[in-house]
T-cell receptor, first 114, second 113 residues
Framework: KQEVTQIPAALSVPEGENLVLNCSFT??????LQWFRQDPGKGLTSLLL?????REQTSGRLNASLDKSSGRSTLYIAASQPGDSATYLC?????????????FGTGTRLKVLA | DADVTQTPRNRITKTGKRIMLECSQT?????MYWYRQDPGLGLRLIYY???????NKGEISDGYSVSRQAQAKFSLSLESAIPNQTALYFC????????????FGSGTRLTVV
């Protein structure tokens, strides 16, 4: 059974620090992996999507990597800012029972201190 | 306008009442989903639909029903609301042309008292 884990559950860092958020999954037969940002009480905004054939994706200060063999993905945030404070979720898509399904992690709540 | 719009944004209802949450999208995606989010439990799939004639149960469909009125519209109903259905509800869409990546609505915060 596919399970997605995000550790730590919460993280506080000073402004300007580079940081890494972790996502691990138990079954390496994934189709893609997507990172989202969620502000309190709000919807999920897609940040990056990595296809299973890719090793990384970049958007601005964000870089996401994927290592299927070890069941891990990392989201790297460069030069963090207070505006980056949010909960970051990863979701893994895999093929099962004739269709693609997503499993979500429970997220890492990030606070960037000014 | 948002690609995926959910109404209402917030709703308080009484136990036993029937309530409908609505979702509409302008992305032209065939696939639509309803999730609920609870603290510490992450997002859990309630129902999903791959086209107007296709409706499938997710992992927590008991107590819920859905209607796919058109490609762009997917509604979630709580037949007889109970307090443990208090949660944040999200609608999402996906499409093979975008590698099945999800686009989410802003959510509906539902409180059942």
């Amino acid at each position: 059974k596919q399970e997605v884990t995000q550790i730590p559950a919460a993280l506080s860092v000073p402004e300007g620090e580079n940081l890494v958020l972790n996502c691990s999954f138990t079954d390496s037969a994934i189709y893609n992996l997507q990172w989202f940002r969620q502000d309190p009480g709000k919807g999920l905004t897609s940040l990056l999507l990595i296809q299973s054939s890719q090793r990384e994706q970049t958007s601005g200060r964000l870089n996401a990597s994927l290592d299927k063999s070890s069941g891990r993905s990392t989201l790297y945030i460069a030069a963090s800012q207070p505006g980056d404070s949010a909960t970051y979720l990863c979701a893994v898509s895999f093929f099962t029972s004739g269709t693609y399904k997503y499993i979500f992690g429970t997220g890492t709540r990030l606070k960037v201190l000014a | 306008d948002a690609d995926v719009t959910q109404t209402p944004r917030n709703r308080i209802t009484k136990t036993g009442k029937r309530i409908m949450l609505e979702c509409s999208q302008t992305k032209g995606h065939d696939r639509m989903y309803w999730y609920r989010q609870d603290p510490g439990l992450g997002l859990r799939l309630i129902y999903y639909s791959f086209d107007v004639k296709d409706i499938n149960k997710g992992e927590i469909s008991d107590g819920y029903s859905v209607s796919r009125q058109a490609q762009a519209k997917f509604s979630l109903s709580l037949e007889s609301a109970i307090p443990n259905q208090t949660a944040l509800y999200f609608c999402a869409t996906s499409d093979p042309g975008e590698f099945y990546g999800y686009t989410f609505g802003s959510g509906t915060r539902l409180t059942v008292v």
